[in-house]
């Protein structure tokens, strides 16, 4: 077991570039989410998916954001013509049905920075 | 909507000190609680959770937190911290398990 894994670690773009950005759940974790963290603050729920379905998108997420999981296993988020308020670290999470779903495992982050 | 608050940002404390961390919760259904530890340059851990049940509850590192619906509390405590403990600390609110609600976190720094 890996844990998850996020990549890239790092990006730095410019104003009005695209991003995306992957996330590799734990094998077998059906509930993926992504959340955004800005310094000096907690996580924020962005959406999550359970197998490749979207059930659940925050207000945070403009119709910049959009995230995929095609085949219910890895992930990506991408960003559209990027903001400076874009920058911030995204977080990705999965859980397990065998623990209920209560506990999310967190992959270490990508860190956008937008100039 | 559920939110969380915790009530320091910072909070400085001796070796073999103990410590209390603060989180209180809003919410107007039952939730699930959380606290995660994120040190640097890794990704959050799970310390400990409430579900349902007893009130205290015990975690990984040994922590524990003591869920007080009256005071919509769920502080987080050590009786004895080490250097290694040195982190950021965050409680979380769900009531579902999928839309979990992080506080502005605190940064936990033990001195020797």
């Known amino acids: 077991d890996t844990g998850v894994s996020q990549d890239p670690r790092h990006k730095i773009t410019k104003r009005g570039q695209n991003v995306t950005f992957r996330c590799d759940p734990i094998?077998?974790?059906?509930?993926l989410y992504w959340y955004r963290q800005t310094l000096g603050q907690g996580p924020e729920f962005l959406t999550y998916?359970?197998?490749?379905?979207?059930?659940?998108k925050s207000r945070l997420l403009s119709d910049r954001f959009s995230a995929e999981r095609p085949k219910g296993s890895f992930s990506t988020l991408e960003i559209q013509r990027t903001e400076q308020g874009d920058s911030a670290m995204y977080l990705c999470?999965?859980?397990?049905?065998?623990?209920?779903?209560?506990?999310?495992?967190f992959g270490p982050g990508t860190r956008l920075t937008v100039l | 909507a559920q939110s969380v608050t915790q009530l320091d940002s910072q909070v400085p404390v001796f070796e073999e000190a103990p410590v209390e961390l603060r989180c209180n919760y809003s919410?107007?259904?039952?939730?699930?609680l959380f606290w995660y530890v994120q040190y640097p340059n890794q990704g959050l851990q799970l310390l400990l959770k409430?579900?349902?049940?007893?009130?205290l509850v015990k975690g990984i590192n040994g922590f524990e937190a003591e869920f007080n619906k009256s005071q919509t509390s769920f502080h987080l405590r050590k009786p004895s911290v080490h250097i290694s403990d040195t982190a950021e600390y965050f409680c979380a609110v769900s009531r579902t398990l999928n839309d979990m609600r992080f506080g502005a976190g605190t940064r936990l720094t033990v001195k020797p």
């Open positions: 919410s107007s259904v039952s939730v699930y």
């Open positions: 998916f359970q197998n490749e379905a979207q059930l659940e």
């Open positions: 999470a999965s859980s397990h049905r065998t623990s209920g779903y209560n506990e999310q495992f």
């Open positions: 094998s077998e974790h059906n509930r």
């Open positions: 409430y579900l349902s049940g007893s009130t």
